[in-house]
């Protein structure tokens, strides 16, 4: 199975997320590139899903938000995606309550995250919206401070409805929240395919410094074990990691036992659950400014002294 390029479209309700994807679709079709969507509805019926070609592989997840109530189902349908089709990306629209680092653990299974090339998330930011963002609640308020600190790339949309001295302003408020992500102002969300596939080209050259625009905010780092680990190792090599790792879940060979583990962990507190069938021994890790050499050397020196 080939690798498939994975873009999450975030930004609050009504800024114009589906204008997005409706324009990124076109240009795609023109490039000949073969491309499936996620739609994420809160309610039971969907509204977008109309409004996207015939030719266009779709899911839909209705009833919460990813982050919270249907991940498991995303997680199917995704893989379903992938089986079902040759592809050479998946969009991935979110719902205007999704949180960044939710949605991403949300795609990111250890089933078939080898398959996957993470690309960033795109937030698209409603000037009006953040000018007038006082009048939400504190709690809106943060939601949307969230999106736009975990973007790699924003559109700041809806510019014609706000004048050049206001714009200015609000960009400056929008860069103080997150200085390393592509700004970009936008009239009905428009944006060239192009920008948003380049918008992390440079991360893999390791001999560089990351400059701004390549900087990963949330990174998914993949690695497969060998063979077994001790868990007291582990869970010493656990208690050492930066508080910036959010999210972990795989399958884990300990050598205490036959079959493996399915692990997972948020919030510093680890969760094991036994299988009895054999599984891939892959984990996926999710932070923010993780340094993946650094973490997947450590994760094979623990194998490694399992092995001894």
């Given amino acids: 199975m080939k690798t498939t390029e994975i873009y999450i479209l975030g930004g609050f309700l009504g800024s114009g997320k589906t204008t997005l994807l409706r324009n990124i679709l076109k240009q795609e079709s023109e490039a000949r590139r073969k491309v499936a969507v996620l739609l994420n509805e809160l309610g039971s019926v969907s509204v977008d899903s109309g409004l996207i070609g015939d030719d266009v592989p779709l899911k839909e997840l209705f009833d919460g938000c990813i982050c919270c109530t249907i991940q498991d ?14 592809l050479d990306a998946v969009y991935i629209e979110t719902t205007g309550a999704a949180h960044p680092v939710e949605v991403l653990d949300g795609i990111m299974s250890p089933l078939f995250a080898n398959n996957l090339e993470y690309k960033g998330i795109i937030t698209v930011v ?41 714009a200015a302003q609000l960009i400056y408020s929008i860069q103080g929240l997150n200085p390393e992500a592509v700004c970009l102002l936008t009239e009905y969300a428009a944006v060239a395919l192009s920008s948003l596939q380049q918008m992390h080209r440079k991360q893999h050259t390791n001999h560089q410094k990351l400059d701004v625009h390549s900087h990963l905010h949330l990174s998914a780092i993949v690695h497969t074990f060998e063979g077994a680990i001790n868990q007291t190792d582990f869970e010493d090599w656990l208690r050492a990691l930066p508080e910036t790792v959010y999210r972990m879940k795989g399958y884990l060979s300990f050598t205490h036992s036959q079959y493996p583990t399915l692990f997972q962990y948020s919030y510093g507190m680890p969760l094991y659950m036994n299988e009895m069938i054999k599984m891939p021994l892959n984990i996926v890790i999710i932070g923010e400014k993780l340094n993946k050499d650094t973490i997947i050397s450590e994760l094979k020196s623990l194998e490694a002294k399992a092995a001894m």
């Fill in 73 to 86: 189902k995303l997680e199917i349908q995704l893989q379903e995606l992938l089986i079902e089709n040759d």
């Fill in 126 to 166: 409603d000037l009006l919206r953040w000018r007038d963002r006082e009048q939400l609640s504190p709690q809106l308020r943060q939601l949307l401070s969230e999106q736009i600190h975990h973007a790699d790339f924003i559109l700041l949309n809806k510019a014609d409805l706000v004048s050049e001295m206001e």
